[in-house]
């Protein structure tokens, strides 16, 4: 192994505390990408925690808590009295793999067990199959088939809603993407940077949080958004206006506007995949003219259906398509024909959708009370899930006796980045109700032999929501 020195690193460190956030997070962003760019290869010695310390003039703790995060990634190994140094394959152990419960669940092969982890439709529906068929006919002759932009129809089309939504919109603000993921990926790309704070919500979407981390982020969390703007300056702004993943809560109208007058120049992004599904059936409210919008097909229709979308100002759209073409080149142009197909139906799409989420909904409400009259839960106004609070239980430590009672589901730590909600599970109401009913008995199931256990992990006090 090769020792760096000090004044080597703080070299190839750069201008790494000119960013905002603690430094300890910067220092751990940039040695973060000079582990992954290669730069520091494996097997390199890191300083010690007092000599890097001297050489940046900064506190020993900031160089510990720095490493101490890289550890955890695993891009370094620390031993006492052997010092600190960079991990073999450090890049694979730490950005090839996720943690995320809900991703893992997806990565795991079929088992038999129920899927309660994830959220959306569990089969596509025959008005897809139908688009489908049709997108096929309107392939055109003569087509190269790369759009990173997206599609012109379903730019269109999607421009269309908009404009029927009472947002004025050209083609040109909107950017097709393979999914809601990959226009948050994006945007993150284009907005964030190192040492950048997010604020967001608490509890949210845990997709968001792991992309925000994954670029080195200070993710900040606050229920009362546009009040944390008078007291900070983030690089972003990312919240959930219409049935907020998980806990089903909206904001009203006055309640957005004053967020985007709050926000001023901090890009303000509303995830609004969820917002066509109220179970009252209205129709959705009108996005704010002054936000980043992201949305989706996969929740209203499948998930298999990879469309998304970003609309944005014409400017930022032109450049989160430059970055798209490096990744995919464009989404697949048979899904967009399908999507152009479906948004011209898509009253009759939405109401089949929202139809069967409520009887679903409310079967999943009745199971919950009668086989665990002691969870806690509000029916829910939208969205596809519930947010279920366990009587003095750990949600995690309850979660892993589920799954050896055959089923997964989503404790609500993971998407608290406040470390709250660790009582909570979040429940989706998106299975047939015999489905919903096989798995909310063998929850009671598990719920028996978890509260029976004396020495069950007890809870740790958390601001749950």
């Known amino acids: 192994m090769k020792p760096i020195s000090v004044d080597d690193l703080a070299g190839r460190l750069g201008r790494w505390s000119a960013g905002r956030g603690s430094l300890y997070l910067l220092l751990a962003a940039r040695l973060r990408e000079l582990v992954d760019e290669g730069l ?52 694979a152990a730490a950005r090839e793999e996720t943690a995320n419960p809900m991703f893992v669940n997806l990565l795991e092969p079929p088992d038999g067990v129920l899927q309660f982890a994830c959220a959306g439709p569990m089969t596509p529906p025959g008005r897809l199959v139908e688009a489908q068929r049709r997108a096929v006919d309107r392939l055109a002759a003569e087509d190269l088939g790369y759009h990173p932009s ?28 393979t999914g809601a993921q990959q226009a948050l990926a994006l945007l993150t790309r284009a907005l964030v940077r190192p040492g950048d704070e997010v604020l967001v919500e608490a509890p949210t979407y845990p997709g968001a949080l792991d992309l925000f981390r994954e670029v080195g982020a200070v993710v900040r969390a606050d229920d009362d958004l546009a009040g944390a703007l008078a007291r900070c300056t983030p690089a972003l702004v990312y919240a959930m206006p219409a049935f907020r993943n998980p806990t089903g809560s909206s904001m009203s109208s006055l309640a957005r506007a004053r967020l985007t007058r709050s926000a001023g120049d901090v890009p303000l992004v509303f995830d609004e995949v969820l917002a066509d599904l109220d179970l009252s059936g209205a129709p959705a409210a ?21 469309v998304g979308w970003v609309r944005a100002d014409a400017a930022l759209v032109a450049r989160l398509a430059r970055f798209k073409a490096v990744h995919d080149l464009g989404s697949a142009v048979l899904d967009q024909w399908a999507a152009v197909e479906l ?72 998407l608290d980045p406040t470390g709250g909600s660790a009582d909570r599970l979040r429940l989706p109401f998106t299975a047939e109700p015999p489905v919903i009913s096989a798995a909310v008995a063998a929850l009671a199931a598990a719920w028996r032999a978890f509260d029976a256990e004396p020495t069950r992990r007890p809870l740790v006090p958390s601001m749950s929501v």
């Open 150 to 177: 997206g599609l012109p129809a379903l730019r269109a089309a999607l421009a269309d809603r908009y404009r029927e939504l009472g947002v004025p919109t050209s083609p040109g603000q909107i950017l097709v993407t």
């Open 40 to 91: 520091l290869p494996p097997g390199t010695v890191l300083p010690p925690d007092r000599s890097l310390a001297s050489g940046l003039a900064v506190g020993r703790t900031t160089v510990i808590a720095a490493y101490d995060l890289l550890r955890e990634e695993g891009r370094v190994t620390r031993r006492r009295g052997s010092g600190t140094w960079v991990s073999s394959g450090g890049r």
């Open 286 to 306: 009108a996005p704010a003219p002054g936000a980043i919008t992201v949305g989706s097909l996969s929740k209203v229709v499948w998930g298999g259906l990879r």
């Open 343 to 414: 948004l011209a139906d898509f009253a009759a799409v939405r109401s089949e959708r929202v139809t069967a989420l409520r009887r679903q909904h409310d079967h999943l409400c009745a199971r919950l009370r009668e086989e665990l009259p002691a969870w806690e839960f509000t029916p829910a106004e939208g969205g596809q899930t519930l947010w279920v609070r366990l009587p003095d239980a750990d949600a995690a430590s309850y979660a892993q006796l589920a799954l050896r009672h055959g089923v997964a589901v989503l404790p609500g730590g993971s």
